[in-house]
Nanobody, 113 residues
Framework: VQLQASGGGLAQPGGSLSLSCAAS????????MGWYRQAPENQRQLVAR???????YYADSVKGRFTISRDGAKNTVNLQMNNLKPEDTAVYYC????????WGQGTLVTVSS
């Protein structure tokens, strides 16, 4: 299974970006899909995740600003990021698990004026 992430880039503080992660196989097999991020000199941290039953979890730092969703028709997990802050700057990685973990390549998000 391959995960292909896209949608990173540069945004101003208060702006928005949308990330998408496309799976090479149907996402219905994944119990959990999510997004992690890693800032320079920091450990990779969970940002948000969604289960097959569409239960969601968000890190406190992004609650109310980010929205995660999974689209079975398109085999994607998406992250809508609003009201971006400089501290959201990081490389974002998509993740999927069905007992075995899969990772996409990172996509850089930079929030700067």
């Amino acid at each position: 299974v391959q995960l292909q992430a896209s949608g990173g880039g540069l945004a101003q503080p208060g702006g928005s970006l949308s990330l998408s992660c496309a799976a090479s196989r149907g996402i219905f097999t994944f119990k959990v899909m999510g997004w992690y991020r890693q800032a320079p000199e920091n450990q990779r941290q969970l940002v948000a995740r969604v289960t097959a039953g569409r239960d969601t979890y968000y890190a406190d730092s992004v609650k109310g600003r980010f929205t995660i969703s999974r689209d079975g028709a398109k085999n994607t997990v998406n992250l809508q990021m609003n009201n971006l802050k400089p501290e959201d700057t990081a490389v974002y990685y998509c993740h999927a698990s069905r007992g075995i973990d899969y990772w996409g390549q990172g996509t850089l998000v930079t929030v700067s004026s």
